[in-house]
């Protein structure tokens, strides 16, 4: 038995975000952040060559290791020292007296805290565009797939299942333009000493920062404190958190789509091996969207405590700092495992054609109270006076459980508009879907563009 209390460490999350948010990621970031200060010290010849390339190789090694910084830390009570400490002892010749010159600490943290937010976004984009080409793919099968649409929950008239498909295609593309802009505003180093003026790094510290930052391919904070201004954090957090509600959102519609009594669509289910419930054996639950949407609700937990750590005291406090360690690793790696189930369930996805168009035939003509008014209006009737005639015609077809063809087909005012087969024609569902499935193409093609793929 496993003596971890964290879901994160035993049920939920992929490895390879939980990799980038390691305690030895952390570390060997930190390491890399050392050596590159070292090599714009050389840069500027402010230390050799040697000693810079010394610094380099002992970060890039594996010869500092966890256990030995946790000993150091037992009597530094300082994480970052401790660590320092640890290099220093595996450098040769002079290159020891040069690990973490003109720095503080978190020159170092919030640079590596940069790195691994760089590599955790990539690989949220990777996400999405992976998400991205299963929606486009959907879309483009339901493309004629017709459905009810529904709003508040009511039937309303129809659209394809593409089409809503569609909409959630133009929603990630937004994402992906969303995260292609956080980047640099994400990605923010610091090299500029205790409280920001860069003081301890002479005169030479803008240009030592910039080589730092350009050497690791981050952006920098132009006036920082002695910390990265954690408004960056909060607008990070905070797109993450948007998204997550929007994959629960997602999961929330595949979940009321699948009730008994709708039967739209269905997660896969492997009838050979799973097990819906361990006493109803019938059942097939949608526990994937159901999954998701519980995750969301954990993520966006985060985004308080998020908000909170950018008030700082003065120049900074260290109250971020353990919230930080929290945050972070939990907010990606959440994101990062909801896409990859949500990405499972649409790939998987049961669309029952046959369901929607019985849901279709239910609705009793109802769903196309809409263009029979506005071929009324065609006719030159007035658009209030047309409303009336459908709507009232729309009420003996709801109270009596009547086709709505027959109720408005009985009443003089419509019977001196239409012939009863123009009526019929007017009230085809197939043919009042609008401009749906040209935005269905029109997304598919979005979709091939940004990730230069055919779908």
């Known amino acids: ?28 970031k930190q390491m890399l952040v050392e050596a590159a200060l070292a090599r714009a010290h050389a840069d500027l010849d ?75 976004l990539e690989l949220v984009a990777e996400d999405v565009d992976i998400f991205l080409y299963t929606l486009a793919k959907l879309a483009k099968q339901e493309r004629d797939t017709l459905e009810i649409g529904r709003t508040h929950a009511q039937f309303a008239i129809p659209i394809t299942y593409g089409f809503k498909i569609a909409g959630y295609i133009a929603e990630m593309l937004r994402f992906r333009e969303r995260l292609d802009e956080i980047m640099p505003r994400a990605c923010a180093g610091k090299m500029a000493g205790a409280v920001g003026t860069g003081a301890a790094l002479g005169k030479n510290f803008m240009k030592i920062q910039q080589l730092v930052m350009n050497d ?56 050979k091996h799973q097990v819906g419930s361990s006493t109803m054996a019938q059942k097939r639950n949608p526990i994937n969207s159901e999954n998701v949407c519980g995750l ?76 029979v008014m506005m071929a009324f209006v065609g006719k030159g009737v007035g658009r209030q006076d047309a409303h009336e005639i459908v709507r009232e015609a729309s009420m003996v077809a709801e109270n009596e459980e009547r086709q709505l063809l027959d109720t408005l087909w009985e009443r003089e005012d419509v019977r001196k508009v239409f012939t009863r087969e123009e009526l019929a ?31």
Request: charge should be negative; charged fraction near 30%.
């Open 46 to 120: 402010e230390i050799s060559k040697e000693d810079a390339a010394e610094i380099t190789r002992v970060a890039e090694s594996d010869l500092v290791t966890v256990e030995r910084i946790k000993e150091i830390e037992k009597f530094t009570n300082h994480d970052l020292m401790a660590m320092v400490k640890a290099m220093t002892e595996k450098c040769e010749g002079t290159a020891g007296k040069y690990v973490h010159l003109g720095a503080t600490s978190n020159d170092i943290v919030d640079t590596a805290t940069a790195l691994q937010i760089k590599a955790a």
């Open 216 to 271: 690791l391919g981050l952006t920098y904070e132009p006036a920082a404190t002695q910390v990265v201004g954690r408004d960056r954090y909060t607008e990070l957090v905070c797109l993450m958190a948007t998204l997550g509600t929007t994959l629960e959102r997602y999961a929330t519609e595949v979940r009321n789509l699948q009730r008994s009594e709708i039967g739209e669509v269905s997660e896969y289910f492997d009838e």
């Open 425 to 455: 024609s007017v009230m085809d569902p197939a043919s009042y879907t609008g401009g749906s499935k040209e935005i269905v193409d029109k997304m598919v093609s979005a979709v091939e563009s940004v990730l230069d793929k055919k779908v």
């Open 296 to 371: 969301a609700r954990v993520l966006r937990g985060f985004v308080m405590p998020t908000f909170e750590s950018q008030v700082l005291w003065h120049e900074r406090d260290l109250s971020n700092s353990s919230c930080e360690r929290f945050t972070l690793p939990h907010v990606f790696s959440l994101i990062d495992y909801m896409l990859f189930k949500m990405n499972r369930v649409f790939e998987g996805l049961d669309v029952h054609r046959d369901k929607m168009l019985k849901n279709i035939e239910a609705a009793h003509g109802l769903i196309m109270a809409e263009p």
């Open 1 to 28: 038995m496993s003596d971890f209390i964290c879901p994160l460490d035993y049920r939920y999350g992929r490895k390879e975000m939980k990799d980038i948010f390691s305690e030895q990621s952390r570390i060997k």
